[in-house]
């Protein structure tokens, strides 16, 4: 299980109101006593400012806002709280002394400490990146033509949204984490494997409050990419220029995290602290820009902005294209962020490519593509619209899209109908990673509308009641060994297993997962050229793009 919604809320605020008496107790857990906190006036106003959280992606959520956290109660700066005693001593600043409290406020005061108190947000870190202890975290190893990540312990970290502020965490994973059964999340709790505000969790009926910090550790396996090795094309003291392969995402996302290139480079090449200076797609192979400082990424940045960088990409696609330069500006809109989805639509955002043929072997035409705005998917959704998809694009070229495959945006059919239909064929050859998606993102709105559209054809629809039987055996066979493996003290159920390849409580270690061929990792684009004042840089043309490259 992991926390698909890590999108971190804490709230900072800044007090300005003094009170003249303020304490606080605890009692959660088993454990009760006095908590003495002092709360910054420092802090500012970074409402909405995300938690702890890793540079380049490590966190993964979306940052639409969720409903206002409540504050916390404000200490003015004339009064300081003092130990166990709850007395609280004033300060230099003037205030009116207070009155001794009767009895029936002395009753009130005793009742409260009942309630669980939250501790204040920690303080992000600005620019927080990616260091030896998240490098040493697990190995790579290689085999088949794949590099493979061993499965590893971490820590998935989220402060609580607030539509989950007064529901118990039962709740929570009932209604939004349902990729695993409540026995798995019982018997989590039983192994010590969740925690809030730092301290395990005891029993699931547990009310959420404001600004409670969830931590949730799981076994993680990784997706394997391609064991091409990351080339560098250049490097100064200003940036770090790469040629990537094809099948290894930029930074951590979703199931990714040592499979990336800033873990490679970091891990393997000792290049750490490193700024992506522009996207690539995971499928998209080429040249990859990083900065080393901040503030030659924002000069880089600046300069995208003022529209001074030049891309050039070069790709193969379907049938004949025509000779004369091409160029789309159709508008391009994102069906879905989540599975990262677009498609030529009125009501998108304005965009240009222009394209050229570069040479035709009687099946496949190979193009250079120059995009002049930076769209998502842009090349890949305007070669769809033209009638000439990307040769071996699992997206843009599939049954899914109808007949037409999406040719002049003629779709028939709706927007959820599409993403259904996507995750179905995907889920079905077992490669949900080409969508950015795991078993554990898919929702009943892309699973559970009836049968899937007829284009996906008999044989997907096979593999597809295959693939979901395969998992829900996987899940049986771990729920069985639940109960006597949470309940025994010091076995392989906690985190400080000595062999951590193998969690007894991990479904994923039960299942036997097809490796991908080496070549079904490759999309055919390339990222080419990327220039701009004062640089060059250029990544050898790929074998597909070859003039003599016949297909299999």
């Known amino acids: 299980m992991r926390f698909g919604f890590l999108e971190y809320l804490p709230v900072l605020v800044q007090a300005s109101v003094n009170l003249p008496r303020l304490s606080f107790a605890r009692n959660w857990g088993g454990r009760s006593g006095p908590m003495a906190e002092t709360f910054s006036t420092e802090a500012g106003g970074a409402r909405g400012l995300k938690a702890p959280a890793q540079q380049n992606g490590d966190a993964v959520g979306d940052s639409r806002s969720e409903r206002p956290l409540g504050l916390p109660e404000p200490v003015g700066p004339g009064v300081k709280r003092a130990g166990g005693d709850g007395k609280q001593a004033a300060g230099s600043g003037e205030q009116a002394p207070c009155a001794t409290p009767g009895p029936d406020k002395r009753k009130k005061r005793r009742g409260a400490t009942r309630e669980r108190v939250v501790p204040p947000p920690k303080k992000r870190r600005a620019r927080v990146s990616f260091g030896d202890e998240h490098f040493a975290e697990t190995s790579y190893y290689f085999e088949g033509g794949l590099r493979?990540?061993?499965?590893?312990?971490?820590?998935?970290?989220?402060y609580c949204k607030g539509r989950w502020v007064g529901h118990s965490l039962l709740h929570v994973f009932s209604t939004e984490f349902r990729a695993q059964p409540l026995a798995y999340y019982e018997a989590a709790v039983r192994a010590r494997r969740l925690h809030l505000n730092e301290e395990s969790v005891q029993d699931l009926n547990i009310v959420l409050k404001d600004n409670d910090f969830l931590k949730n550790t799981v076994h993680r396996h990784e997706p394997p990419v391609t064991a091409e090795p990351i080339r560098l094309l250049a490097e100064n003291e200003d940036m770090v220029v790469v040629d990537k392969p094809s099948s290894i995402p930029v930074h951590p996302c979703g199931r990714f995290r040592h499979n990336t290139v800033i873990f490679i480079l970091g891990k393997e090449h000792q290049l750490k602290e490193l700024h992506p200076l522009h996207r690539l797609d995971r499928l998209t192979s080429g040249v990859l820009m990083f900065a080393k400082t901040a503030a030659v990424s924002e000069r880089i940045h600046e300069q995208v902005r003022d529209?001074?960088?030049?891309?050039?990409?070069?790709?193969?696609?379907?049938?004949?294209?025509?000779?004369e330069e091409v160029t789309c500006k159709e508008p391009i809109l994102v069906v879905s962020y989540k599975v990262g989805v677009c498609r030529v639509d009125t009501r998108g955002k304005p965009c240009e490519t222009v394209f050229q043929r570069l040479s035709y072997n009687g099946h496949s035409s190979v193009v250079r593509c120059r995009p002049l705005t930076g769209r998502t998917h842009q090349i890949r959704v305007h070669l769809q619209f033209l009638g000439h998809p990307i040769l071996n694009d699992p997206i843009y070229n599939s049954v899914a899209w109808g007949p037409s495959r999406g040719q002049g945006g003629h779709i028939p059919k709706t927007d959820e109908e599409l993403l259904r239909d996507l995750v179905a064929e995907h889920q079905a050859k077992q490669n949900l990673d080409v969508l950015d998606l795991c078993e554990g993102d898919l929702s009943p709105a892309l699973t559970d509308s009836a049968v899937p559209s007829s284009e996906l054809g008999k044989d997907h629809l096979e593999?597809?009641?295959?693939?979901?039987?395969?998992?829900?055996?996987?899940?049986?066979?771990?729920?069985?060994?639940?109960?006597?493996?949470?309940?025994?003290?010091?076995?392989?159920?906690?985190?400080?297993?000595?062999?951590?390849?193998?969690?007894?409580?991990?479904?994923?270690?039960?299942?036997?997962?097809?490796?991908?061929?080496?070549?079904d990792l490759v999309m055919f684009l390339h990222a080419l050229c990327y220039k701009g004042p004062g640089f060059e840089y250029f990544s050898p043309m790929p074998a597909w793009a070859q003039h003599d490259w016949q297909e299999d």
């Open 148 to 158: 493979k990540v061993r499965p590893y312990y971490f820590d998935f970290q989220t």
């Open 463 to 519: 593999e597809l009641a295959a693939s979901t039987q395969k998992m829900d055996e996987a899940v049986e066979a771990s729920l069985q060994d639940l109960d006597t493996i949470a309940l025994a003290p010091g076995n392989a159920a906690e985190a400080d297993v000595v062999n951590q390849e193998i969690d007894p409580l991990c479904a994923e270690c039960r299942l036997v997962r097809q490796d991908p061929l080496p070549q």
């Open 307 to 323: 529209r001074q960088l030049e891309k050039e990409y070069v790709c193969r696609v379907e049938g004949e294209f025509p000779a």
